[in-house]
């Protein structure tokens, strides 16, 4: 299994490109996780946010891989404590199934992006910079995974 995070957004600031490499690193091999970036939308005077939402939208769902388990990154997505979150990973293990973490736009996903998705996740209700999203994701699926190996990593 091998998962892919398509990140709606702009270049990360180097510390979070170092944080996500250092937990895509510690993942390798346990969960292979490859980054895709999304040019976000043209947002602005006079642009239409709905088309910069769904033209995102449509980059995401041309990122997809092959058949994947497709989960989208959603405030009103299913919250999961770590040890939830990895009682998710084992069952995502036994779809036989790459997997896709979607994080949207400034505005969230497309309706589109929403109906391919097979569960949405919330991270919680705090508002995050997109780009500290792709941090999290990465550290809470290293945290999962390594519960799941029964690495001392998860301390709780």
């Known amino acids: 299994m091998k998962a892919r995070l398509i990140a709606t957004g702009e270049r990360a600031p180097s510390w979070v490109a170092q944080g996500f490499s250092e937990y895509q690193k510690r ?15 043209l947002r602005g005077k006079g642009r239409d946010p709905q088309r910069a939402i769904d033209d995102e939208g449509r980059r995401v769902i041309a990122a997809l891989p092959k058949q994947p388990y497709v989960v ?15 009682q998710r990973m084992e069952h995502w293990r036994t779809l036989g199934r790459d997997l896709a973490f ?52 998860h301390r709780a």
């Not at 736009?105 to 391919?116: A, F, I, R, Y």
């Not at 996740?121 to 780009?131: A, N, V």
């Open 72 to 86: 989208a990154l959603d405030v009103p997505g299913k919250p999961y404590s770590s040890e939830q979150l990895s």
């Open 102 to 153: 979607l994080i949207g736009g400034p505005e969230g996903h497309s309706s589109e992006v929403l109906k391919v998705a097979d569960e949405r996740w919330s991270i919680g209700p705090l508002t995050l910079p997109h780009m500290l999203v792709r941090l999290v994701v990465a550290e809470q699926l290293y945290r999962a995974a390594a519960m799941l190996a029964n690495h001392p990593y």
């Open 27 to 41: 993942l390798s091999h346990w969960l292979p996780l490859e980054l895709v970036e999304i040019e976000p939308g």
